[in-house]
């Protein structure tokens, strides 16, 4: 019974991150994309608690609770503007939206 | 409890890898929910309870069910045969067969944690929850009111996205009839919500 290593830690919070940030290149769909953005934050802020465990200190889930704050209110904005994109567009196609106007 | 922390890694990568290959946006969420309930897991092993009981309340709960009600609203996917082809697409095992294998891996994993008793968490060192509130309300009591002034602003400016979407299909309700005349708001079939006022104030200050 020893302590979970820092870097599989890390490492699971790398791969994680990763699999976000593929998602978000990858994808058309809009909706993907801001849930690629969620794995993502949350991959950070596992990063930000294992690190926090590795030293006992309560400081990482301090660091983790202002990342899920930050997270409830980017999608918040995000799914509002993704009505008014569909509204707009008619489409999720993020490819559709690429001209800026105004 | 390494077995605990290294099932639940493994059951994320994969839940996570499925998720970002999925082409029905419910299912890929259905496969998000269950690498939240993963990582939840790998934070329980790595002796962080608190945090672990937030993953799931705020993102596998909350943050998950405003994707779903998005994606709801927007009716999205493919429905020829009306709604009972679409109950039967739901019923498929391919849609909900991967996902559930994902999540009896972890109620196992939970079951056994709790089986053997919670003493020996990652040798030892678990931050109990009270010493992550007087972390919260100490040190970082000014980021505490920052993120709740975060939250005001996405609230203001989702409310704010959310009324100009009505006032605009108020104006264009209001551009379909060819006379509108001032008597039309009070009747009740034309205006059933007292919400419709404020619509009406705003169509009349921008014909000012």
Do not use: C
């Not at chain 1, 995000?78 to 993020?94: I, P, Q, S, W, Y």
């Not at chain 2, 980021?143 to 002034?149: F, I, K, N, R, Y």
């Not at chain 2, 079939?189 to 921008?206: C, H």
């Amino acid at each position: 019974m020893t302590a979970i290593p820092l870097e599989e830690g890390l490492l699971l919070a790398g791969i994680l991150f990763l699999l976000g940030l593929i998602g978000v290149l990858v994808r058309r769909n809009i909706i993907l994309i801001l849930l690629s953005v969620e794995i993502m934050l949350n991959a950070v802020g596992l990063a930000f608690v294992v690190a926090g465990s590795r030293w006992g200190q309560p400081d990482g889930q301090v660091m983790f609770i202002f990342v899920l704050a930050m997270a409830a209110a980017e999608v918040s904005v995000g799914l509002a503007l993704v009505l008014e994109m569909h509204r707009h567009f008619k489409t999720l196609d993020a490819d559709q939206a690429s001209k800026m106007r105004g | 409890m390494n077995v605990l922390f290294y099932l639940s890694a493994a059951v994320a990568i994969a839940a996570t890898a499925l998720t970002i290959t999925r082409t029905v946006a419910v299912h890929a969420l259905l496969y998000l929910v269950v690498s939240l309930l993963a990582v939840a897991l790998v934070f329980y092993a790595l002796g962080a309870p608190f945090v672990a009981a937030l993953e799931v309340i705020i993102y596998a709960g909350a943050i998950m069910v405003l994707f779903l009600f998005v994606i709801m609203l927007l009716n999205l996917g493919p429905q020829p045969g009306g709604e009972a082809a679409a109950a039967g697409a739901w019923l498929a095992p391919r849609a909900w067969l991967g996902p559930a294998i994902l999540a009896a891996v972890l109620l196992v994993e939970l079951v056994y944690t709790l089986a053997r008793g919670a003493g020996g968490i990652a040798g030892g060192q678990m931050i109990e929850p009270a010493q992550v509130g007087m972390a919260l309300f100490g040190p970082y009591l000014l980021g505490v009111e920052l993120a709740s002034l975060l939250l005001l602003a996405g609230l203001v400016g989702a409310h704010h996205l959310g009324s100009q979407r009505e006032a605009e299909r108020a104006e264009t309700q209001a551009n379909l009839s060819p006379n509108p005349s001032p008597t039309k708001g009070g009747e009740p079939s034309s205006s059933p919500f007292p919400r419709r006022e404020g619509g009406q104030g705003v169509r009349s200050e921008r014909l000012l």
